[in-house]
């Protein structure tokens, strides 16, 4: 995977989570991808793990 400001949380179930439901959201053609799928993961990784959601 290409360098990006989130990989302390590659390879963590919350990373594997999200990014198996952005999957089913990609093919439903729920969500359109406009940005590399690592910057949204990363993001949502970050803001729940940072705001203390979990």
């Given amino acids: 995977m290409r360098n990006h400001p989130y990989e302390e949380y590659e390879n963590t179930d919350l990373w594997n989570t999200i990014w198996m439901a952005i999957d ?24 729940i793990l940072k705001d203390g959601t979990l």
């Fill in 24 to 47: 089913d959201l990609v093919k439903n053609q729920d969500l359109k991808e406009r940005t590399p799928r690592a910057y949204i993961v990363g993001y949502l990784c970050e803001k």
